[in-house]
Each structure stands twice: as C-alpha cells, then as structure tokens.
C-alpha cells in the first residue's frame, strides 16, 4: 500500500487527500454511506454499526452505534444512509421490518432516535429527500414503500406497487417530488410523493428483478438500472414512454450502481455474487470496463463517491470484512490486457479486420471499400477532453476484404433448402427428387449421396452377411447393379456350384450398362430386371484393381473382353469346402491349376491383380438371408459427419430428417443438436423462416423440438386505449376495460376469441363467421372492412 499514489483534490476551500488504503471490521458489510464533507463513514450490516473517520492515511473508528450487552434485532441492518443535509441525521433499514433514525448529536452513548414499525418485512431500502430534511422514504420486501415526516410518530402516505418486493427506492436529485421504486418482477415505477394512489410511470427494465437504480446526478431524465439479468441499462425518463439509450452487459447479477460525479458517461457497479471486483463503465463502450478495482476477496455490498464533486475516491464495502479506499489512478485498466485487433467473416465471406490506426495508416495501397456505402472504411471516435484515460488511444480502423462474387453466393443453399422435400413421401422418392434437385444446381457429389441412400435403404441386397463380408474384404469395392444381365437366357437348372465353365458353340449376350459421365448406378429402372419375374439385385465383387479402371473399360464394345460362359452339360458335383475368407486371387490362381478348366479359361482366369475383376451374380433363387437393416449405417454416419467437418450442414440435416430413426441412433445426440442448431441458424440467416420452422418440427433430436414453442410470444393490445396487455389478464391496466368484449353480442368473450388486425376489434368465433356472412364492415361500427384469415 505505501507504493500507492497519494492524491489532493480541491473541492470548493477544502481539499480531500488520501491514498489507497484500507481497514478491518468487525463483521461483514452490507452498506456503507459517507457523510457530506467527505470525512466520515458509516458502515452497517448484520453484526457491525459503526462510524469511521477518513484520515489522510487510515480509517479511525469513532463510534460504534451498536450500544447494549444484548442489541435488538434493531441494530441488523440492511442499508443505511447519511443524510446530506443534517450531519447528525442518520436512517436504517433492520432486517426485522424497522425503520430506525439516528440522532449522532444526542449526549447520551444509545444514539437510537425514532422507531416505525409500520413495514412487515425486511426493508430493503431508506433513502432522505436531497433537500427536505425530515421526508424519508423507505421500500420493503412486503410491496410497500412508505414515506416519513420525522417530526411525526407515524407514516404520511403509503405506496402500494401492487407487485412483489421493492427492492430499491431513490429519489430524483433533480424533479423534488418524484422518486423512482425498483422491483423484483423486473419493473420500474415512478412515483409522485403528492399522489400516493397511483404509479405516474411503469415500464419493465430488466427480465428478472431490478435491484437497483440510481439518477443521474447532472441529466435529470437519466435513469441506471441494474439487474440479475448481468445487465446496466441507462433510461432516459424526459419522453412520454421510458427509452433505453445505453445497455452494459456484466459478467453476474448486478447488485450497486453509482453516478461517477463530474463524469457523465460514467458508472460504478459491483455484483451481488460470484464476481468481487468493482468496474466503472463508460456507457458508450459496454463491451469492456474503463477501470476496475480488484483489492476485495469476497463480494462488495456497498459502493458510494466520497465526494458528489469529486471523481476520483471511492469508498467500497464487502462480505469480507474490510473497508476500502479506492484511488482511481491506482485502478487497473482492462483496456491495457485486451487484444487490440478484431477479425470477422460476414455472411456472404467478407472479412473484416479492425487494428489501431497507427497499424494500417502507413499502408499507402489501400482501397475504399466499395461494398455496402452506409458502412464507411474508417470507423473513428474523436477523444473527449473530459475523458480521464486520456493515454488510452481510442481511434480505430477497419478494413474490408471482398470476395468473389459468384465463388461466394450462396444461391445454391437457398434454392437447396426451398427444394428438397424433407418428409410426406416414400423414402425412395424423397432420395429421387433431392438427387434431382442437387444435380439441377450442379452438386453431382450430393446427388450421388442421395442415389446411394436410396439404393441402400430402399433395395437391399440379398447376400448373406458372411459372403459380403467376403465380397468387401479390404481394398475391394461392392457396388449394387441394375440391369446387369438379362436372366432369361440362364436355366432354371442352376445349382449348388459356384463354378461356371464354358462350352464352344453356344453364345449368349450380357449386357452391362455402366454411365461414365457422373455415376457408377443407373437408377431409371431399377425396381426390376428386365424379363425377369423376380427382382434381382447384383454385386461386384472382388475388384482389385482401382476405381479408374473401372470407368475404362469399353462401354461401346462390351464384346472386346468379355468371354462368353455357359453351364456344363454334366451332372454337378458338390460343392466345395469354403475356406473363411479367402482371397480373390488364391481362388483364382486355384481355378486357372484345376485340370477341369480350359487352357482358354486359365488364360481368362489368371490375369494381373491390376487387370482382373470378377461378376458375381446373385439371385434371390441362391440366398434367401437379407442384408441386415443397419449394415450400411456406419458408412452412412461416416458420410454425414465428412459432409459436417466440410461445412455442409445443410446435407447432414435433410439426411438426418428423412432416414429418421435409420440412423439417428449411429448419431450421439449432442452432435446431432449442433448440426440442426447451425442450420437452423443459417436458415434464419436467409430468413426462410418457413423451412426452419419445418425442419425444428421434423428435427429427430429432442432438444430442438421444443424451440417453437419455448421462442412463440403473442403480444396483444388493449381494443379500447390500443396500449399492450399484461399477461396476468383480459383486464386493461390503463382504461380498466375488458379487451376481450364480443364486438356482436356485447359479453366477455371466455372461448375461442378472434379479432381483425386492422381495428382490433373481434368476439366470438361463431359470432364473427355469422356476422361476416351478410357484411364486411366491422361489427363494432368503426367502419374498418374487416379481413380474417
């Protein structure tokens, strides 16, 4: 502490010195309040009432109002407050409903002036009119707030918020007889001291409770308010509705907020928990403190300026037991510790970097940006001479990269997603027409996705588990083929063995049809073969050699290479033993040595791994055993989470909805719930509002179900003052009418309630359709012509 800047300010012919420093309490804090010539403080709390002397160096205890070997209930306090008119005038808030005076100039050592015990519950606040000396105001945990003429036994008026807990009560420095009232439902009342019946102003601040507020000492519209909802919000109260024109977000619940005085965009706030530190804010830059206090090591219950015109000493509080005195040169400056560039893509790929001025200045080469002109290059904040950092370069630049136009639309997505059909269909056409869909925008790669999972899902092979996983030992690849022969020409005779010779002098045609423009699969016709009463399915199997030699073979001259086969006259013998997986090639090379196989056929047989590739055709006559239903799932996960990991959500989404329950248990539900969120949020993006709503209602994933209905608010106006509703009713709070009147029958709507848009008047459902059947005009007699959907 002895290396803390000492500092002297001039306040009119005084002058307030002091440096950093601090003492310990007896007990925890939960308020303090300084004294108006800045050199007494009093701390309050549970088990702690005492008075402080504000030396140059160090805080001296001066008396201790905590008086009685056994003290009441009385002495625990929740606020307390100095008045800044009568230094010997001071008011609690006990946590027994109490609210206590202080008379400091009494002779005797009990110091307790007068008692009103009028609130029921904790009172949370008290709070003395800035220039009457004897109103005193109080707001307690019951609803109540409850003002006091001292010179009086009991309360002059009594306001009733007809809400929950008040928690926070302060009147304006500026307007003499409007207060403003903080409450736990999250709204904001003011008050004329004159009328105690009514609110003149109400509006929500905060979603949760509001626990505190503070008017702005120089601007007298200017209202802060802070919430559990980690947010300040600055109010301006001089136009007819409540405007928010400063919004800081913290990090926790906001427990004190405090004017920083001879500094307008300047404000104090400390938590209610979790964070300990002490933040003054410039409103105009919410998203990072000008200075911050770090010295409590437990949550600080009180803030107050020592001075109301001097800026630069702050007396905290805390649960910790100790008592500060901030020096604002000493506070640490987050600013310093921030990355001092920014970098972001936009939407349609533009980059934006923002850097210190001195950075990009000297590039000479720099181009205007030529995008959108609303959004000039340089974004630059002229220092304010009364800003106290002024070492604090606050000028910036921003730099605009464009891409490519056309490498960068996003045509393709949105046509994609108005396009595909998701649900409604069998499986088997929703993966034809979302084929024809990506090919139509040139995603052959997608399409072909969609082809396989048809084939797939809506097909399945007909071979045993065993033999395909013979037929898909590694580095081999099993396809299924369409329309691969013509089975008329096979006898029926066709038996156990697997081996086929063949005799001279008989011929017979197969056809392989194979597209080597985009795909391996012709998927026109292939429900069944041609000439065949049965549907068939085929694999290729075995094929050693690489997938480019697949698409070289010769489509025009299928005869060039293939040799012809027929079955053997004999009798068939039995079948072999199957050995477990056997390689292609070793079955092979066995064939090419039997003596029962042609010197021709050993030629045919023994072929170079590059070159050979065997056609096994398969008929439901061969093997009954289908595929098992999730067979292919891995490959199909693996699929989905490529597309992902490459950035089209959009495929792994509409994959997702249409397989359904297929795949979604290969899928860990986490991921699944990332991937509808990210396109969810591109789709909002694109504001088809209509596609995400019917992919959040098709969404496999739980968790993405509910968002419709957690995300819908209807708002409603009254028909009568045309002003918003509550929701706790059909009752206006302002015309105290019933909005919900049948504008044909005249009584309280209580069922199905419709009204026109246009006018807000409605009623009755039947009564409505009966009315429009004979005229247009609205039944109220206002003269709208009256459209209902």
Not at 298 to 305: C, E, H, L, N
Not at 466 to 482: D, E, Q, V
Request: net charge negative; hydrophobic share 35%; proline share 4%.
């Amino acid at each position: 502490m002895e290396k803390m800047a000492r500092v002297t300010t001039a306040l009119g012919g005084n002058a307030l010195t002091g440096r950093t420093m601090f003492c310990h309490l007896d007990a925890p804090a939960n308020a303090i309040s300084v004294c108006r010539d800045a050199a007494q403080v009093v701390v309050a709390g549970r088990n702690i009432f005492k008075i402080y002397s504000i030396e140059e160096d160090q805080f001296v205890e001066k008396l201790n109002l905590r008086v009685g070997r056994k003290p009441s209930l009385n002495f625990s306090c929740a606020d307390v407050v100095w008045h800044q008119m009568d230094e010997n005038l001071l008011a609690t808030a006990a946590t027994n409903g109490v609210v206590v005076t202080w008379n400091l100039g009494k002779p005797s050592r009990n110091k307790q002036d007068q008692l009103f015990t009028e609130h029921k519950r904790t009172v949370n606040k008290v709070c003395f009119h800035p220039t009457e000396v004897y109103m005193l105001l109080s707001g307690s945990q019951d609803g109540y707030m409850k003002c006091f003429d001292l010179r009086k036994k009991d309360s002059v008026s009594t306001f009733s918020g007809q809400s929950e807990s008040v928690r926070d009560v302060q009147f304006s420095i500026r307007d003499y007889f409007t207060f403003a009232a903080t409450f736990e439902n999250g709204n904001v009342q003011l008050w004329d001291i004159r009328r105690p019946d009514r609110y003149e102003r109400m509006f929500t601040a905060h979603n949760g409770p509001v626990f505190c507020c503070d008017w702005h000492p120089e601007d007298r519209g200017w209202l802060a308010t802070g919430g559990r909802d980690k947010m300040v919000k600055v109010w301006d109260m001089n136009t007819t509705r409540a405007k928010e024109i400063y919004c800081v977000q913290t990090i926790a619940s906001v427990a004190r907020v405090k004017w920083r005085p001879e500094c307008k965009h300047h404000i104090a706030t400390c938590s209610m928990m979790v964070d300990h530190n002490i933040y003054v804010w410039d409103v105009r830059r919410p998203f990072i403190p000008s200075a911050m206090f770090e010295e409590h090591k437990d949550v600080t219950t009180g803030i107050v300026w020592r001075h109301l015109h001097d800026p630069y000493f702050l007396l905290s509080g805390s649960k910790d037991s100790t008592l500060y005195q901030h020096i604002f040169k000493d506070a640490s400056q987050p600013i310093d510790r921030a990355n001092p560039e920014g970098l972001c893509y936009s939407l349609y790929g533009d980059l934006a970097f923002a850097a210190k001025e001195s950075l990009i200045s000297s590039d000479s080469n720099r181009k205007p940006y030529i995008g959108d002109r609303r959004h000039p290059i340089f974004f630059k904040r002229k220092l304010d001479p009364t800003e106290q950092f002024e070492y604090i370069s606050s000028s910036s630049t921003l730099s605009v990269f464009e891409t490519d136009v056309e490498s960068g639309s996003m045509d393709w997505f949105v046509h994609t997603a108005k396009q595909y059909a998701l649900a409604g269909r069998p499986l088997a056409e929703l993966c034809d027409h979302n084929a024809k869909v990506a090919k139509g925008l040139d995603r052959n790669q997608v399409a072909q996705t969609w082809t396989m999972l048809r084939i797939i899902y809506s097909s399945l092979g007909t071979v045993s588990s065993a033999n395909l996983n013979h037929s898909m030992g590694k580095g081999s690849m099993a396809l299924p083929l369409m329309n691969s022969f013509n089975l008329k020409d096979i006898p029926s005779g066709l038996g156990s063995e697997s081996r086929l010779d063949r005799s001279k002098g008989e011929s017979r045609t197969e056809n392989i049809l194979m597209d080597s423009s985009s795909t391996l699969i012709n998927n026109e016709d292939n429900e069944e073969t041609e000439g065949s009463d049965v549907p068939a399915d085929y694999l290729l199997g075995d094929v050693e050699a690489d997938e480019d030699d697949l698409y070289m073979m010769d489509h025009e001259n299928p005869h060039a290479e293939e040799q012809e086969y027929s079955l053997p006259q004999e009798a068939f013998p039995l079948r072999h033993e199957i050995v477990d997986n056997p390689s292609a090639l070793d079955h092979l090379q066995d064939k090419a040595d039997s003596p029962h196989v042609s010197g021709n056929e050993a030629e045919t047989v023994s072929l170079t791994p590059v070159e050979s590739f065997s056609l096994i055709s398969i008929s439901h006559s061969l093997y009954e055993n289908r595929l098992p239903s999730d067979f292919f799932n891995p490959i199909v996960r693996d699929t989905l989470l490529f597309y992902a990991e490459q950035g089209d959500v959009q495929t792994a989404v509409s994959v997702l909805i249409v397989l359904g329950d297929r795949i979604r248990k290969e899928i860990d539900e986490q991921t699944q719930e990332h991937w509808y969120t990210s396109y969810i949020d591109l789709l909002q993006r694109f504001q088809l509002w209509n596609i995400s709503n019917e992919v959040i209602k098709l969404s496999t994933c739980r968790a993405i179900n509910c968002l419709n209905q957690a995300s819908t608010t209807l708002h409603v106006n009254c028909s009568n003052c045309k002003r918003p509703m509550s929701n706790r009713g059909w009752i206006c709070d302002r015309c105290r009418q019933c909005a919900s009147m049948c504008a044909v029958c005249h009584h309280v709507v209580k069922g199905l309630f419709v009204w026109c848009q246009g006018c807000s008047h409605g009623g009755h459902l039947q009564h409505i359709m009966k009315w429009l059947e004979t005229s247009s005009h609205c039944p109220a007699g206002c003269g709208h012509l009256c459209e209902y959907t």
